[in-house]
């Protein structure tokens, strides 16, 4: 019975609403729903249909760097080297496993978003209210709502008596939403403003309503989150795309280089088997065997960090992708904000204070200028009041103070025990013994308590509805008429607040009341059942006059409140600005508070701001022009948010989206990284984030964007070493061919020199100390190769003087008389002699090889170990046959040595000229 397509319910009749699905006051009949529930289906999220685990798991060897890694294993193994081919393995295995558990638990978000449903439903079917599992509600059922109730699906109001429902999860809304049957909605409204709707997934709050349902299961917005989520495909990772365009690279490399090699060799007449052997052993040097160890390490270790920092990652690749962000895309409630709204300004006998401390913990003072107010007895008078009027109740759980009620009524009993007003001792003291409860036509909340030997009324609500109550307010003076100059300044001083995005209740007091008649408490009537309704478009009720308790008050003051940003927030924000980030705010609350907060935070410099509805309006190309301009969005949908999100990734931003709610889910899934929020998250943003934050902390992605980054610096440290050495070898084996000199390695030399190069030096640089100045360095652009320029050259003038010294070093022995036994065995030497002073030349980076020399003790450690496995080979027997060393006197080693020391001043002098930006930041 869902109409396709649906027409915007929210903006009909209740009538039009009933006569569309062919329901009326009594609901559907029995017969008639069993009919509609085989129709539409049930009302749940179905998980889009998945691959098969053994798909899934295929897919992790299409990664050309797993493949020539398993190319190499085989080559490894069939030259006999197989202690070097079985690591590769277990290292291919482990990456393509971890690859494959990754994928498969980020499929579980749409299972997450199907347990939010509600799991059961009270309804009217023929007449009778029947409670029934959730999954069988269908279109043109009579939902009967009351507080506490979850809604099982989208819903048209029919009635509503001081209903409130909180949507949070839904549009990102702080506070609960007032709903009203008869409230005018135009139809392009968004779901926040929605006053006449309720929604699947939400929570009723306060109140009482009847609700005809209008969408069930995919059709409900929950279910078009679902459908978006699964249509969200996963980005790769810009590290994932720059190590596959380099494994592609390497892969022509190696063709290349086996078949130079062993043409060069045949045309000199050396044997075809020799020469092939030879190229084999070649191209696995060009191949990084220790790649995946070196990133699966990289990243493993700085997940270990990140979580000792509140943050959790569950994609391991993710964490180099901070590294990359250029773009923060952040929700405003509980993430910038502490989604506990706090009391930040009193107006009190024509003086604004200033309330100190934020959110719920009851600490903080009252300030006018420079003077703390601690006993003022006006303000006292005024805080009890709101305390009073108060359905609120502040109590600490797991060391946080937390609020159980509306989230309003929470801030006013906050503020009351700053001044030492203890709620429950207020309470026994004054017991409640009536209530005029809030509507949202009276905009007001009344209570009567007994006080000493009689009655006193409080009420707090809209100043413009409050002031009409008064005929008096108080000032040090005593109580003073309330004329129309005190109305005037009464009014500014709210519209003053509002201007500053304080959400404004007015409190007032009348003394001395009647006792009211017995009657029945508010909570027995909670689940009363509601009257008959009223015909036609009256269902919602109407305006509420004031009660005799409401009349002829006395004005206490106004009260200003806000979910305040969190403290630390604008620091990170800072940091983010000097790291070259740029934070922009999409949220579903109110423009004017979103604006207010993202002022507040340093956000807003221009203070740009897009709403959902001018958002709609713009087409695709308007939007790409803009997208980098804008600042703040406000009163955005789901699909805003991923559009939003997929612009700026179009222009090669490098999204990072942080959020909490269900509405952030498909937004979180598509960009670069999603970052969930895990105190005040849902399961849904949590597995659909790459990261969740432990303490809701925006500064946390500060500290997981410089380990990011660390990381990245890491992994290129130990490609562009480990690409210069193979460079060095490759050149020395090319030249001598084309020199026509013999070879000056044999295949078991190279191998070793490989191995000893990708082994424990490599892996000792993915732990390299960060440098002081990541964070001060912009990201790095979009679409960018792991190496940048400058980089590219110093690896090549670390490579070919490598070449050429051993070269060298080559030809000067033979010439010297010496053996090619000895010649070879002087340029294996110098050569890993070489590789090693070339893992301390790169891991200083765009620094001297003198700065911090010895910071990274594992790759001194990593140092002695392969020294003491050359000092081996060189001194041991056994081990000198399989490696063809030979005997070498004084002259030659000490000719090894000056060609390993040589590669010090070269790579010193390109750093100094790179430092000068003749070629832009080394890094």
């Known amino acids: 019975m869902n109409p396709s397509p649906s027409p915007a319910w929210h903006s009909l009749s209740p009538a039009a609403v009933c006569e569309s699905l062919h329901t009326g006051a009594d609901g559907l009949t029995a017969s ?57 393995t277990v290292v291919v295995l482990f990456a393509v496993l971890l690859g494959f558990v990754q994928e498969y638990r980020a499929e579980r978000a749409l299972e997450a978003l199907a347990k939010m449903a509600a799991p059961r439903a009270r309804v009217l079917r023929d007449g009778v209210e029947v409670v029934l599992p959730a999954r069988e509600v269908v279109p043109g059922d009579l939902l009967l709502l009351a507080a506490g109730d979850h809604v099982a699906a989208d819903a048209r109001l029919m009635q509503a008596v001081e209903l409130q429902a909180q949507e949070a999860p839904l549009t990102g809304e702080s506070t609960p939403v007032a709903k009203a049957a008869d409230a005018q909605v135009a139809a392009a409204a968004q779901v926040g403003d929605r006053r006449t709707m309720v929604y699947a997934g939400t929570a009723v ?60 060799g045949l045309l000199r007449g050396q044997p075809f088997v020799e020469m092939l052997v030879l190229g084999i052993a070649l191209a696995v040097a060009v191949v990084p065997e220790a790649l995946p160890a070196v990133v699966t390490i990289s990243l493993a270790l700085g997940v270990q960090r990140l979580a000792r920092r509140r943050a959790l990652m569950r994609r391991l690749p993710a964490v180099e992708t901070l590294g990359s962000t250029s773009v923060i895309c952040t929700d405003k409630t509980g993430t910038l904000t502490r989604d506990e709204m706090t009391v930040r300004a009193i107006y009190l006998d024509g003086r604004e204070l200033e309330v100190t401390g934020a959110g719920y913990a009851p600490e903080g003072e009252f300030r006018h200028g420079d003077a703390v107010l601690a006993e003022d007895p006006l303000l006292h008078r005024l805080l009890r009041a709101g305390a009073l009027a108060n359905d609120a109740r502040l109590h600490r759980h797991e060391g946080r103070w937390r609020i159980h009620g509306d989230p309003t009524e929470g ?14 001792a207020r309470d026994a003291a004054a017991p409640r013994v009536h209530e005029v409860p809030f509507t949202a036509e009276s905009q007001r909340m009344t209570t009567v308590h007994a006080d000493g030997d009689g009655h006193v009324a409080f009420a707090k609500g809209a100043p413009e509805v409050i002031v009409d109550c008064c005929r008096s307010i108080v000032t040090r003076d005593g109580d003073v008429p309330f004329t129309d100059t005190v109305r005037a300044e009464v009014l500014g001083a709210a519209q003053a607040m509002a201007s500053r995005a304080l959400r404004v209740l007015a409190i007032a007091t009348r003394e001395r009341v009647a006792p009211p008649a017995p009657q029945p408490s508010p909570a027995a009537q909670g689940r009363a059942s509601l009257p008959p309704p009223l015909a036609g478009e009256g269902w919602g009720g109407g305006a509420a006059p004031a009660s005799a308790y409401e009349r002829g008050m006395t004005l206490l003051g106004l009260v200003g409140m806000i979910d305040p940003p969190r403290p630390e927030a604008r620091a990170a924000i800072a940091t983010c600005a000097q ?23 340093g956000l807003a410099a221009q203070g740009r701001l897009v709403t959902g509805a001018q958002l ?25 948010k991923l559009r939003v999100v997929e612009a700026l990734r179009a222009q090669g931003a490098v999204v990072a989206m942080t959020g909490d709610g269900v509405n952030d889910a498909p937004a979180l899934k598509r960009a670069d990284i999603g970052v969930a929020m895990g105190v005040a998250g849902t399961d849904v943003a949590r597995e659909a984030a790459a990261m969740t934050l432990t303490d809701d902390n925006f500064a946390t992605i500060v500290a997981a964007v410089e380990e990011g980054r660390g990381i990245f610096a890491n992994i290129r ?52 100390p960060p440098a002081d100045d990541l964070m001060q360095r912009p990201p790095r652009r979009a679409g960018a190769g792991v190496f940048n320029r400058p980089l590219l050259v110093l690896m090549l003038v670390a490579g070919v003087w490598s ?96 060609a390993t020391l040589s590669i010090v001043p070269i790579t010193e002098a390109a750093k100094w000229a790179l430092r000068r930006g003749w070629l832009g930041p080394l890094d």
Do not use: C
């Open 32 to 88: 008639e729903a069993a009919r509609r529930l085989v129709e539409t289906g049930p009302n749940e999220l179905r998980a889009a249909p998945h691959g098969s685990a053994w798909a899934l798991l295929a897919a992790q060897f299409k990664n050309v760097l797993i493949l020539i890694l398993l190319v190499a294993t085989a080559l490894s193994a069939l030259l006999g080297h197989a202690v070097e081919a079985v690591a590769i």
């Open 205 to 264: 709050t306060h109140g009482r309503g009847r609700a005809v349902v209008v969408a069930t299961g995919a059709d409900t917005e929950f279910g078009r989150i679902a459908g978006m989520l699964a249509a969200v495909p996963v980005a790769r990772t810009p590290l994932q795309l720059a190590l596959d365009r380099l494994g592609r690279g390497l892969a022509r490399a190696a063709a290349v280089v086996v078949l130079v090699i062993v043409a060069l």
């Open 803 to 898: 070449a050429l010294v051993n070269l060298g070093l080559f030809g000067w022995a033979l010439a010297q008389g010496h053996g090619v036994a000895e010649a070879m065995t002087l340029v294996f030497v110098s050569l890993v002699l070489i590789q090693f002073v070339k893992a301390y030349i790169f891991r200083a980076g765009r620094h001297s090889v003198a700065h911090r020399p010895l910071a990274n003790r594992w790759l001194n450690l990593a140092i002695l170990w392969e020294l003491g496995l050359l000092a081996l080979i060189l001194g041991w027997p056994v081990l000198q046959v399989p490696f063809g060393i030979a005997a070498v006197p004084a002259a030659g080693w000490a000719a090894a040595l000056a």
């Open 616 to 640: 709609d309006a713009l087409t695709d190309a308007q939007l790409a022009q803009q997208v980098g301009a804008i600042e703040v969005y406000a009163r955005v949908s789901p699909a805003h």
């Open 717 to 768: 440290k130990y490609l562009a070493f480990l690409l210069s050495s193979n460079l060095g070898e490759i050149g020395l084996m090319a030249g001598a061919a084309l020199a026509g000199l013999p070879l000056p390695l044999s295949a078991v030399q190279i191998l070793y020199v490989n191995l000893a190069t990708d082994g424990l030096p490599a892996l000792a640089l993915a732990v390299d």
């Open 411 to 424: 801030a006013l009993v906050v503020a009351a025990a700053k001044a030492g007003l203890d709620k429950p």
């Open 579 to 601: 790291a070259g980030i740029r934070v922009v705010m999409i949220t579903g609350d109110h423009p004017a508070t979103a604006l207010a907060v993202a002022r507040e935070l």
